[in-house]
């Protein structure tokens, strides 16, 4: 299954945030591959799971801790309910684009 994807930073979508935010977040249950691609600035991720099962919303999910990433372009195989993301340095804004895929 794929999901919408996460995109921040460039022109028309909303700036990438210096902290966590709902615009910046990402629910998609029962994902298996992350495919993130950064520029310009360093990004902090972070996956999220709904460990008693699907629940309503954000609200469910248990965040697992953030990771630093410089500009790249990865794929993460990771199972994960959520995502979310923001800069790195404050004030300095990363381009990003998130796309998740699930069975």
Not at 33 to 51: H, K, Y
Not at 77 to 88: G, H, M, S
């Amino acid at each position: 299954m794929a999901w919408d994807s996460l995109e921040l930073g460039q022109p028309g979508n909303p700036a990438c945030p210096d902290v966590m935010e709902p615009k910046s977040e990402l629910l998609c249950v029962a994902s298996t591959r992350l495919v993130l691609q950064t520029s310009v600035a360093a990004v902090f991720i972070e996956l999220g799971v709904m460990p008693h099962g699907k629940g309503v919303g954000l609200a469910s999910v248990q965040w697992l801790g953030e990771k630093p990433f410089l500009p790249i372009v990865a794929s993460l195989a990771r199972e994960f309910d959520a995502v979310r993301v923001r800069n790195y340095t404050k004030g300095v804004p990363a381009q990003v684009l998130i796309s998740v895929e699930g069975l």
